[in-house]
């Protein structure tokens, strides 16, 4: 069983940059990849970006390219995003997530373990 428990979140203002970490409670080795989702009000449940532990390829979203950058710890079994040039648009409650596998990275089907998510808003 993985858990995993984000922190970081909180209400900026547009341009300006957050971090946000996971934690996770068991050593990442059980995990192929960690990645970040995020949810805005009334849509889906949409994909960040993602970090494999295996070959250390990093994956992220068209609309994130360029200014958020995921790291993680392999050692510390933690994840960070940082987020830059924030905008309005990135308000959402952003979930850390685990996927054993490391199939189908960009779906929430891909993930076997989630955090319970922390809010993001950026204010215009």
């Known amino acids: 069983q993985v858990q995993l428990v984000e922190s970081g979140g909180g209400l900026v203002q547009a341009g300006d940059s957050l971090r946000l970490s996971c934690a996770t409670t068991?050593?990442?080795?059980?995990?192929?990849?960690m990645g970040w989702f995020r949810q805005a009000p009334g849509k889906e449940r949409e994909f960040v970006a993602a970090?494999?532990?295996?070959?250390?390829?990093?994956y992220y979203a068209d609309a994130v390219k360029g200014r958020f950058l995921i790291s993680g710890d392999n050692a510390k079994n933690t994840v960070g995003l940082q987020m830059n040039s924030l905008k309005p648009e990135d308000t959402a409650v952003y979930y850390c997530a685990a996927s054993v596998v490391g199939r189908m990275l960009s779906t929430t089907s891909g993930y076997d373990y989630w955090g319970q998510g922390t809010q993001v808003t950026v204010s215009s």
């Open positions: 970090i494999r532990w295996t070959d250390g390829n990093i």
């Open positions: 068991s050593r990442t080795s059980y995990t192929d990849t």
